[in-house]
């Protein structure tokens, strides 16, 4: 684990994927940069620039400026903010958007939002004319360390959570730190789940250093660059390892099967984020943990002690409206039998071996995975 940068220059991550390589450019401003970058990548490409209509408000002209300064021509698609963007229609209307714009497949599309924007925008970039070169420039912390780095686009299904969906790798990340400065609470700290993540799965040292930084991570600074920066790296070594998730990149999903499952159960709605679902599975992937004693209590109550004093929900119970009269254990195991890493109706979770060390433990018993969570909606508030 090493100290955090100090210097003002962009921190640049190398995805080595070959003729899939990217770069990821992380720093304060550094959006003022895009379309330099862009240019120098696609050469007389145009860009359709697909964003929502919070992030339209904060970044869509400076984002165009950049682009234009630099000679390229774009047009512009807003979509609704939120998971209700990211279904069949929202998928449908930015794809035709791109075809009504004339977007080629020499051209760019470029997804200016947060982690709803980017795998929206991503997978109709996979799709149109059979796969158009798309940038991500993330614009929530849960966007800059997780959802723009790896390939992974998609939609959600009534069913379940990025049900349908293509790998489709970026051809550019530009993260800029300084539009995280536009998030609310809520949302800064939804993001920081993932980061926690990060540590948790494979990376004691930095889950220590979490333990002390979160506040100067919270306020800005090297510290949040630097936070940002090792977990895209510890990201990005996953990736290139396993980038179609045939092993070892589903341990990223470390509280994502619960996580996912209460999305769902909540309707993809803000009652709760993305990163808020993947608190509580984690935690409840550690308490888990814990009882099949693979951890120790102790090491499961860090883990929720951390997430807790960040300010995320960590119980059921934190879920607004959520009883166990409204949603039983019967139906969440309902819900995560659509998980994606359920092989011939199996489940399989990722577990802690330790803080620091995540394992795939394939052929889970559902009985005990049910009883474990009746426990936990039995919990009073």
Same mark, same amino acid.
């Given at each position: 684990?090493?100290?955090?940068?100090?210097?003002?220059?962009?921190?640049?991550?190398?995805?080595?994927?070959?003729?899939?390589?990217?770069?990821?450019?992380?720093?304060?401003?550094?959006?003022?940069?895009?379309?330099?970058?862009?240019?120098?990548?696609?050469?007389?490409?145009?860009?359709?620039?697909?964003?929502?209509?919070?992030?339209?408000?904060?970044?869509?002209?400076?984002?165009?400026?950049?682009?234009?300064?630099?000679?390229?021509?774009?047009?512009?698609?807003?979509?609704?903010?939120?998971?209700? +963007?990211?279904?069949?229609?929202?998928?449908?209307?930015?794809?035709?958007?791109?075809?009504?714009?004339?977007?080629?497949?020499?051209?760019?599309?470029?997804?200016?939002?947060?982690?709803?924007?980017?795998?929206?925008?991503?997978?109709?970039?996979?799709?149109?004319?059979?796969?158009?070169? &798309?940038?991500?420039? !993330?614009?929530?912390?849960?966007?800059?360390?997780? +959802? +723009?780095?790896?390939?992974?686009?998609?939609?959600?299904?009534?069913?379940?959570?990025?049900?349908?969906?293509? %790998?489709?790798?970026?051809?550019?990340?530009?993260?800029?730190?300084?539009?995280?400065?536009?998030? +609310?609470?809520?949302? &800064?700290?939804?993001?920081?789940?993932?980061?926690?993540?990060?540590?948790?799965?494979?990376?004691?040292? &930095?889950?220590?250093?979490?333990?002390?930084?979160?506040?100067?991570?919270?306020?800005?600074? =090297?510290?949040?660059?630097?936070?940002?920066?090792?977990?895209?790296?510890?990201?990005?070594?996953?990736?290139?390892?396993?980038?179609?998730?045939?092993?070892?990149?589903?341990?990223?999903?470390?509280?994502?099967? %619960?996580?996912?499952?209460?999305?769902?159960?909540?309707?993809?709605?803000?009652?709760? %984020?993305?990163?808020?679902?993947?608190?509580?599975?984690?935690?409840?992937?550690?308490? %888990?943990?814990?009882?099949?004693?693979?951890?120790?209590?102790?090491?499961? =109550?860090?883990?929720?002690?951390?997430?807790?004093?960040?300010?995320?929900?960590?119980?059921?119970?934190?879920?607004?409206?959520?009883?166990?009269?409204?949603?039983?254990?019967?139906?969440?195991?309902?819900?995560?039998?659509?998980?994606?890493?359920?092989?011939?109706?199996?489940?399989?979770?990722?577990?802690?071996?330790?803080?620091?060390?995540?394992?795939?433990? !394939?052929?889970?018993?559902?009985?005990?995975?049910?009883?474990?969570?009746?426990?936990?909606?039995?919990?009073?508030?």
């Amino acid at each position: 684990m090493t100290a955090p940068l100090k210097n003002s220059d962009p921190i640049v991550v190398d995805v080595a994927l070959g003729e899939r390589a990217y770069d990821i450019v992380i720093g304060r401003g550094v959006l003022t940069s895009l379309g330099a970058r862009v240019a120098a990548l696609r050469p007389g490409a145009r860009a359709a620039i697909v964003t929502d209509e919070y992030v339209a408000t904060h970044w869509l002209r400076k984002t165009e400026a950049s682009l234009l300064d630099a000679g390229i021509a774009t047009s512009r698609i807003i979509v609704d903010e939120g998971e209700i +963007s990211k279904s069949y229609e929202g998928l449908e209307y930015v794809c035709e958007e791109l075809i009504a714009a004339k977007i080629e497949r020499n051209d760019l599309v470029i997804a200016l939002g947060g982690g709803v924007v980017g795998d929206l925008a991503g997978f109709a970039a996979a799709v149109l004319r059979r796969g158009v070169d &798309f940038v991500q420039v !993330p614009t929530s912390l849960l966007a800059q360390v997780d +959802s +723009s780095v790896g390939g992974k686009t998609g939609i959600n299904s009534p069913h379940g959570k990025n049900l349908v969906g293509a %790998f489709h790798q970026p051809v550019l990340v530009v993260a800029d730190t300084a539009v995280l400065d536009t998030l +609310s609470p809520r949302q &800064f700290r939804a993001g920081y789940a993932e980061v926690a993540k990060y540590g948790v799965l494979g990376d004691e040292a &930095f889950f220590t250093w979490l333990e002390a930084s979160h506040a100067d991570i919270v306020a800005g600074g =090297a510290a949040r660059e630097h936070a940002i920066a090792t977990s895209c790296r510890a990201k990005a070594a996953i990736v290139m390892r396993d980038e179609r998730e045939n092993g070892e990149r589903a341990l990223l999903n470390l509280g994502h099967t %619960f996580g996912h499952a209460l999305e769902a159960a909540t309707g993809f709605s803000d009652r709760l %984020f993305h990163g808020e679902g993947v608190a509580i599975g984690m935690v409840l992937a550690a308490e %888990f943990s814990a009882q099949l004693g693979m951890i120790a209590d102790a090491d499961a =109550a860090r883990v929720k002690h951390h997430l807790a004093a960040v300010g995320l929900p960590t119980h059921l119970q934190d879920i607004a409206g959520f009883t166990q009269e409204k949603i039983g254990a019967d139906a969440l195991m309902t819900l995560m039998a659509q998980d994606k890493k359920v092989k011939r109706g199996r489940l399989t979770f990722i577990l802690l071996e330790a803080v620091g060390r995540a394992a795939i433990v !394939p052929d889970v018993e559902p009985s005990l995975v049910r009883d474990f969570m009746a426990r936990k909606l039995a919990r009073k508030s």
